[in-house]
């Protein structure tokens, strides 16, 4: 029977380890933490197709979204949602139902334990987290830059509509953006997304004093934390992979990990309780989300070059030409290329695209 450690009990770390057991593993998960899912570090914010591809809903779901309204400085526009596209979760009782997925399956899950390398035994995989111990400790390469992040959830808030999520774009969050996801009638979670050399901090203070009316609202608690926005180039080594975010498995329009982190994290346990091989991890999923991750690191790095009035007319002109329209109708949280099935668009859009990737390659 193949041995397969699994370093780290996030997302990631449990479906690795769930996987691995059911695919016939003897497997045993470290996570240093004493509570798996404690502290969260995320909004929670989840496509429901994601999310229904990955597990059901386990009572870890608080609210649902309708809409997502998107700010520039001075210009806004409203993305209406057919069905309820996204979902709010409480990542803390997520977390732990992954891990009870694992343990179900047969995976020993052993918290308040760091992962050391006489721990790591049989083929190793790497959930642990974006400051990856095993992959420093293995010599993988650098992942693509990092965001850092503020956030704070605050209850007795004045909310307009709480099934929509608000995104502010500003060069003040150069790097990602602000947002405010309601968590329920008048409770939210409200942070911001920076590169270096901004301070998360100080762009958090923008956005909640100068953006939101939150002169009643009670913050209850905060949390800090850095997101990456590009996949190593290599992920897998001998009997070592890495998996979400220690990888950098990551959509960087967004800063989201738990859907192609987890999927991700899946087919590395499965590869690693059946034939081990390394090539065949980083194949896989590579194979599966490659060309969504590189085109949204290409509109994440485009987004990242605008000024404020440079994002004020790309507000303005994609309300004018029917981009809501478009993005309701045929938009994917999680998979940006889904665009290139609209019929009439998606041809030309899929062939400049095409062009683009050959003029300017991102390495995988
Ligand atoms: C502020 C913020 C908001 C976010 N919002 C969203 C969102 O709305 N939607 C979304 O999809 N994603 C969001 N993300 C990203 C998401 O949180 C991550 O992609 C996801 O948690 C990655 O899961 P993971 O299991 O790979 O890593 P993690 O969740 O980071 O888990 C890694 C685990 O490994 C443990 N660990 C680390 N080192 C060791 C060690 N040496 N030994 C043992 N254990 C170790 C840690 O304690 C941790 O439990 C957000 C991130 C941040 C910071």
């Not at 996570?31 to 899912?37: M, Q, T, V, W």
């Not at 700010?71 to 996204?86: K, Y």
């Amino acid at each position: 029977m193949t041995t397969v450690s699994v370093i780290g009990g996030g997302p990631a770390g449990c479906f690795a380890a769930k996987s691995a057991a059911e695919s016939g593993a003897q497997v045993t998960l470290y996570e240093e933490h004493a509570r798996i899912g404690e502290p969260v570090q995320c909004a929670g914010l989840i496509s429901k197709k994601g999310l229904l591809s990955l597990m059901k809903n386990d009572g870890f779901v608080i609210n649902t979204i309708r809409s997502a309204k998107i700010c520039s400085p001075n210009s806004r526009i409203r993305i209406n949602c057919a069905d309820e596209t996204a979902l709010v979760i409480d990542r803390a009782k997520f977390d732990a139902a992954c891990a009870r997925g694992a343990e179900e399956a047969g995976a020993v899950i052993r918290t308040g334990c760091r992962a050391k390398p006489n721990r790591m035994k049989g083929v190793i995989i790497g959930a642990d987290g974006p400051n990856s111990t095993v992959a420093n400790l293995f010599g993988f390469p650098k992942c693509g830059p990092f965001v850092s992040t503020f956030q704070t959830d605050y209850e007795n808030v004045e909310i307009e509509d709480g099934h929509e999520v608000s995104i502010f774009l500003s060069a003040d969050f150069r790097g990602l953006f602000g947002w405010l996801i309601p968590t329920g009638s008048d409770t939210a979670r409200v942070g911001v997304g920076v590169s270096p050399p901004l301070s998360a901090g100080k762009a958090f203070q923008k956005l909640a004093g100068a953006l939101l009316n939150l002169e009643n609202a009670r913050p209850i608690s905060s949390a800090s934390g850095v997101i990456p926005l590009f996949p190593r180039s290599i992920t897998a080594k001998k009997n070592v992979f890495l998996a979400g975010d220690a990888a950098g498995q990551v959509k960087s329009i967004s800063g989201g990990g738990i859907f192609f982190g987890c999927t991700c994290a899946g087919m590395a346990g499965k590869v690693a309780a059946t034939t081990a091989s390394a090539n065949e991890y980083e194949r896989e999923w590579r194979a599966l989300f490659w060309d969504d991750m590189v085109l949204h690191y290409r509109i994440r790095r485009l987004m990242n070059s605008l000024s404020d009035s440079h994002l004020n007319a790309l507000v303005e002109i994609s309300s004018r030409v029917g981009v809501p329209r478009l993005l309701s109708r045929y938009g994917d949280m999680d998979l940006p290329t889904s665009l290139f099935s609209v019929p009439l668009i998606g041809l030309p859009a899929r062939f400049a695209y095409n062009v683009f990737n050959s003029l300017f390659p991102i390495r995988s």
